[in-house]
T-cell receptor, first 112, second 113 residues
Framework: SQQGEEDPQALSIQEGENATMNCSYKTSINNLQWYRQNSGRGLVHLILIRSNEREKHSGRLRVTLDTSKKSSSLLITASRAADTASYFCATDAIYNFNKFYFGSGTKLNVKP | DSGVTQTPKHLITATGQRVTLRCSPRSGDLSVYWYQQSLDQGLQFLIQYYNGEERAKGNILERFSAQQFPDLHSELNLSSLELGDSALYFC????????????FGSGTQLSVL
């Protein structure tokens, strides 16, 4: 399966701490995306990183991509209670880029 | 607000029945994706349409079908429903055929009793 897998499945931290989530995938990709889902709601796009990029920043978000290890990480710095949500990585497939595969997500709980 | 509209928000039906879920993409988006999310699970890719044509197919059951109409809205038809079909069904749209971020609707919660 092409599906990405996030690790850990759940993460609980205090407000102000950093949160790191990882994503691993199985086959070569064109790009990798991270999405956030608040409970029971639609997913919201956070950041897209292309296969020829190694790192990308957006506000308090930092994403890295290691294509040799087929893995990515999402770092949220100075977390806030409002960051409490599930985070998913999504990958396409280098020869089948119409399909976006999502993992099972990391549930992040930021305690005030 | 993502600009993607899904109706209905909630649907309760019985086993063996047929339902239709509707999705209106963001204005100008040609591509529509359908996903299924079971309780506390990831999203399973079902199918993608681009400008009325089927582009990619995922783990979509034969009991399920979809189409995209000339006005670009899409419908997902689920028939002979089973208890296990209970899930949140999401539609997402993007402006291009590939390599683009997706904008998700708020989903249709389907409960099969």
């Amino acid at each position: 399966s092409q599906q990405g897998e996030e690790d850990p499945q759940a993460l609980s931290i205090q407000e102000g701490e950093n949160a790191t989530m990882n994503c691993s995938y199985k086959t070569s990709i064109n790009n990798l995306q991270w999405y956030r889902q608040n409970s029971g709601r639609g997913l919201v796009h956070l950041i897209l990183i292309r296969s020829n990029e190694r790192e990308k920043h957006s506000g308090r978000l930092r994403v890295t991509l290691d294509t040799s290890k087929k893995s990515s990480s999402l770092l949220i710095t100075a977390s806030r209670a409002a960051d409490t949500a599930s985070y998913f990585c999504a990958t396409d497939a280098i020869y089948n880029f119409n399909k976006f595969y999502f993992g099972s997500g990391t549930k992040l709980n930021v305690k005030p | 607000d993502s600009g993607v509209t899904q109706t209905p928000k909630h649907l309760i039906t019985a086993t063996g029945q047929r339902v239709t879920l509707r999705c209106s993409p963001r204005s100008g988006d040609l591509s529509v994706y359908w996903y299924q999310q079971s309780l506390d699970q990831g999203l399973q890719f079902l199918i993608q349409y681009y400008n009325g044509e089927e582009r990619a197919k995922g783990n979509i059951l034969e009991r399920f079908s979809a189409q995209q109409f000339p006005d670009l809205h899409s419908e997902l038809n689920l028939s002979s429903l089973e208890l296990g079909d209970s899930a949140l069904y999401f539609c997402a749209s993007s402006s291009r055929d590939q390599n683009e971020k997706l904008f998700f609707g708020s989903g249709t919660q389907l409960s099969v009793l």
